[in-house]
């Protein structure tokens, strides 16, 4: 018969596994998809268009901080490695609360994005068994650079430039792509962007007064390719700009997946 002592026991063990267990499940990241995306429909020309929003989460913990402080992150890897924007079913919702529920079920059972998003968290969450990639400036450059995209050229023979989280120059030249760094390197410029310094701006205007020096050609597609690679290689050797990403590295190395070899 089983004394008081060996029930106590046995207790106590079961207390120690179901907390062992609610521990693993608030360190997933993807519990959490609920509170910290939402998305809407609406409609413009008779065309249905998606917007996600990440939100603040409440509490100190680590993990709401990592989230609260990363919002333009991970609004960029929502938009370029979810892959929500492909999925026909998510348009064809109009309850604002089942569109929620169904995206919200897409993204917990996309695994690549899941991947992405566990290895984000596990900065914080993981840290004893996390272990870092390490990136180069000239790694981080070449990301960096094909933000400061020249996207088109008008009738006038302008140079329309953008600096988008939707539309840059990394799917079209990169090959093997890196989440990460990209997020990292497009909130950096973006937030810069929007601030009083604004730096980028005055270093985007320059780069292309500088690509106006330069005779082009003639046909127009091959024009736009090459200045397109003028201002990639202006924005390469553009002190500035590299300044500002060393400067956002080191303010924010401990919550990034990747370390920064400068030399």
């Not at 169904?102 to 068994?129: C, G, V």
């Not at 870092?132 to 302008?158: Q, S, W």
Request: hydrophobic fraction near 40%; aromatic fraction near 12%; include cysteine.
């Amino acid at each position: 018969m089983m004394n008081i002592k060996n029930k106590i026991w046995i207790l106590c063990i079961g207390m120690v596994a179901m907390s062992s267990t609610l521990a693993q499940e608030n360190d997933n990241i993807t519990s959490f998809y609920n509170k910290m995306f939402t998305i809407e429909k609406n409609i413009h020309n008779e065309r249905a268009y998606l917007f996600v929003s990440v939100n603040d989460l409440s509490g100190n913990s680590k993990l709401a901080s990592l989230i609260n402080n990363n919002k333009k992150y991970l609004d960029y890897l929502l938009t370029h490695f979810s892959g929500y924007t492909q999925q026909k079913d998510l348009y064809e919702i109009d309850n604002e609360n089942k569109l929620h529920e169904a995206f919200i079920a897409y993204l917990k059972n996309n695994d690549e994005f899941n991947t992405i998003m566990q290895r984000f968290a596990a900065t914080q969450l993981n840290t004893n068994n996390f272990i870092p990639d390490t990136i180069t400036m000239d790694e981080m450059l070449d990301v960096a650079v094909k933000f400061f995209y020249i996207r088109g050229i008008t009738k006038e023979g302008y140079y329309e430039t953008q600096i988008c989280i939707g539309i840059n120059g990394i799917e079209v030249t990169t090959e093997n792509r890196n989440s990460d760094l990209e997020a990292f390197c497009f909130s950096v410029i973006f937030s810069n962007f929007q601030s009083e310094e604004n730096v980028v701006y005055d270093e985007l205007v320059s780069g292309v007064k500088d690509v106006y020096k330069l005779n082009l050609g003639t046909d127009e597609n091959e024009k736009l390719l090459r200045a397109q690679g003028a201002m990639y290689m202006y924005m390469r050797h553009n002190e500035k700009l590299k300044d500002l990403l060393i400067g956002e590295y080191m303010k924010r190395e401990q919550n990034l997946t990747f370390v920064l070899k400068t030399e």
